[in-house]
């Protein structure tokens, strides 16, 4: 069954530094979601992209963040400028059809901010 | 913006016993789904379910959406059932966004 990837499972970064996260989403899916889940605590929604362009974003997603298409496979959020605040596990998620089908998750990349 | 809860909080089980979870939202719903969040930190999607019935195995879940819950029912649960249990819905709101729950963290002792 095909699958959602993500690089790396596991990435340590300096506070401040900038970091990527990537995904490879399913090849026939159309919409690609970001989220965030801090230790412990419930699973939360950052951002939707489709068609080469945000769909929505939550308040989390504030300027720090971008996401990006770059080659028609891959689909990576980028922090800018890390901060504490900002370990947790972040998990990317495709669907082929928004409301008629499900969203498949990857296994997450954990994020650690020291 | 819609309000997703879920109850109970926490659940402990003798291995072999039978459970529900529930979710309530506060809004109408494009779609729900149940996911179990392993010890791994894994989401596994149990049910895509915006409404009716379904059953995999031991597990199963209704959701009634005019009534706004779903409801997944564990059946003679076992260890490998513990974990979060996670009920996230996409809001009819017209933007493709996805609203979790705080969760059910369930353990079933063996």
């Known amino acids: 069954e095909p699958e959602v990837t993500q690089t790396p499972s596991h990435q340590v970064t300096q506070m401040g530094q900038e970091v990527i996260l990537r995904c490879v989403p399913i090849?026939?899916?159309?919409?690609f979601y970001w989220y965030r889940q801090i230790l412990g605590q419930k699973v939360e929604f950052l951002v939707s992209?489709?068609?080469?362009?945000?769909?929505?974003k939550s308040e989390i997603f504030d300027d720090q963040f971008s996401v990006e298409r770059p080659d028609g496979s891959n689909f990576t959020l980028k922090i800018r400028s890390t901060k504490l605040e900002d370990s947790a596990m972040y998990f990317c998620?495709?669907?082929?059809?928004?409301?008629?089908?499900?969203?498949?998750f990857g296994d997450g990349t954990r994020l650690s901010i020291l | 913006g819609i309000q997703v809860e879920q109850s109970p909080p926490d659940l402990i089980l003798q291995e072999g016993a039978n459970s529900t979870l529930r979710c309530n939202f506060s809004?109408?719903?494009?779609?729900l789904q149940w996911f179990h969040q392993n010890p791994w930190g894994q989401l596994i999607n149990l049910f895509y379910?915006?409404?009716g019935t379904k059953q995999n195995g031991r597990l199963s879940a209704t959701t009634v959406a005019t009534e706004r819950y779903s409801l997944l029912y564990i059946s003679s649960s076992q260890t490998t059932d513990s974990g979060v249990y996670f009920c996230?819905?996409?809001?009819?709101?017209?933007?493709?966004?996805?609203?979790f729950g705080a969760g059910t963290r369930l353990f079933v002792k063996a």
């Open positions: 998620a495709s669907s082929a059809r928004v409301g008629l089908e499900p969203q498949h």
């Open positions: 090849s026939n899916h159309l919409y």
């Open positions: 992209f489709y068609n080469n362009e945000i769909s929505e």
């Open positions: 809004d109408s719903v494009n779609n």
């Open positions: 379910i915006p409404s």
């Open positions: 996230a819905v996409e809001p009819n709101t017209g933007g493709f966004k996805t609203i």
